[in-house]
């Protein structure tokens, strides 16, 4: 597997299974009816942050991240990063791999944390995976997240001293 910096060509590729994974509506907090150009505008951000993408030794796309600052001016010494694997390839360590690629990146470009904002609790190989790299949950919002299944759940912030 190989991770590189996405380009605008990635994203025929990413849209198929970012659209799923956002539709679904378990992971992540963004509208379900996100379209596509709204999406790719918020995923493939500008340098100082990063997307990239996993790839296989043919070139498939199995899975995305995007990087980028948690928060501007004082709060801008702490990272962020959110992470997409296609269904499709799940289970294969792409996750782990993307997770531990923002975390060189954030070190690498001087950042001091790694802050993520709203891990939805139901989500336990994501919490298990970011508990494994080092990240602790150090608050929950009760009931922040609307899961379609499970309905009110907790949204974990995580963090992790870099």
Not at 114 to 140: H, K
Request: aromatic share 10%; with cysteine.
């Amino acid at each position: 597997m190989l991770i590189r910096k996405a380009t605008p060509g990635d994203w025929p590729a990413i849209w198929p299974f970012f659209h799923s994974v956002v539709k679904a509506g378990e992971t992540f907090t963004y509208p379900l009816d996100l379209g596509e150009e709204e999406a790719r505008s918020w995923w493939l951000v500008s340098e100082p942050g990063r997307a990239v993408v996993a790839v296989d030794s043919a070139g498939a796309v199995l899975g995305t991240a995007k990087m980028n600052r948690n928060h501007m001016g004082n709060g801008s010494h702490v990272a962020s990063a959110s992470y997409m694997v296609d269904p499709a390839h799940s289970g294969r360590g792409v996750g782990r791999a993307l997770c531990e690629y923002s975390l060189d990146w954030a070190g690498t470009a001087g950042y001091r944390a790694m802050q993520f904002n709203a891990v939805v609790e139901t989500n336990t190989r994501a919490v298990r995976l970011y508990r494994s790299l080092g990240f602790e949950v150090i608050g929950t919002l009760p009931q922040g997240f609307h899961h379609p299944t499970a309905g009110y759940v907790g949204l974990h912030i995580m963090h992790k001293a870099l």
